[in-house]
């Protein structure tokens, strides 16, 4: 797995939506259905995203649910890849991302600048670290999970961990089987809530951080294997659209 942080100037004022997430979503299959046209298909055709999108950051400022963009202003937003095939879909990117190319972004007009490789992990290496009876999770971009068509706004262990180990298992060569609600619980949050705006609807989702805690009962090898799929959320995101921005967060060791 690696996480690559994306850097452009914007060359004429502009907006997006939001978090840019929609935006930085569409950019991003633009750029590989220019050079990767069968793998962006396939992208559009799988199940679960092999990537995750952090939201849009930078000099900007945000009024009423809109991102305005300035011009000299610096922007990034990061890509996340759980795949060999993904990692090599963003380094082909690199063949685009040079100052001389110019693209839009919303209604702003927009240059590269950078792409650099930020984070990097191995599956087994997750599984190999240790765990203790307790750990935080930051989440950095509003978070929500979908249920039937219905938002829901906190994080319990049930529905953190089941969306986590439905993509771990989904691409990481070693699959494996575990149930989070039986030994994990939340035992401390400072958690709000706010609006983002996409193009044609409205999402609630949730930020802060979360501390869970084991049961005494939790054997050393479970506590691995959820310690594992907290630490995947630092590139996978977790929740509902992480390909658009939402759902980032970051897990701290106790």
Excluded at 235 to 242: D, E, H, R, S, V
Aim: charged letters at 20%.
């Amino acid at each position: 797995m690696e996480q690559y942080q994306l850097k452009f100037e914007c060359i004429k004022d502009g907006t997006v939506f939001g978090l840019g997430g929609s935006e930085c979503h569409g950019l991003i299959y633009a750029l590989l259905g220019k050079i990767l046209p069968e793998y962006s298909q396939s992208l559009h055709e799988a199940r679960f995203n092999p990537y995750s999108l952090g939201p849009l950051r930078g000099e900007g400022r945000s009024i009423n649910g809109i991102y305005h963009l300035a011009s000299g202003g610096e922007y990034s937003f990061t890509i996340s890849s759980f795949t060999d095939e993904m990692r090599d879909a963003i380094s082909s990117l690199r063949t685009l991302m040079h100052p001389a190319y110019h693209f839009r972004l919303g209604s702003a007009d927009c240059r590269w600048l950078t792409l650099e490789k930020i984070a990097e992990a191995k599956y087994q290496e997750l599984l190999r670290e240790s765990t203790g009876r307790q750990f935080d999770i930051v989440f950095l971009s509003p978070t929500c999970f979908r249920r039937q068509g219905i938002s829901l706004l906190f994080p319990s262990p049930e529905l953190v961990f089941t969306n986590l180990l439905e993509r771990w298992n989904a691409f990481a060569p070693i699959s494996m089987d575990v149930e989070p609600s039986e030994m994990l619980f939340v035992s401390r949050y400072n958690l709000k809530t706010s609006l983002v705006r996409f193009a044609k609807y409205k999402m609630t989702g949730f930020t802060g951080k979360v501390e869970y805690s084991f049961s005494n009962s939790a054997a050393e090898d479970r506590r691995q294997l959820i310690g594992a799929l907290a630490r995947f959320a630092n590139f996978a995101g977790i929740g509902y659209k992480t390909g658009m921005g939402m759902g980032e967060c970051r897990f701290s060791k106790k």
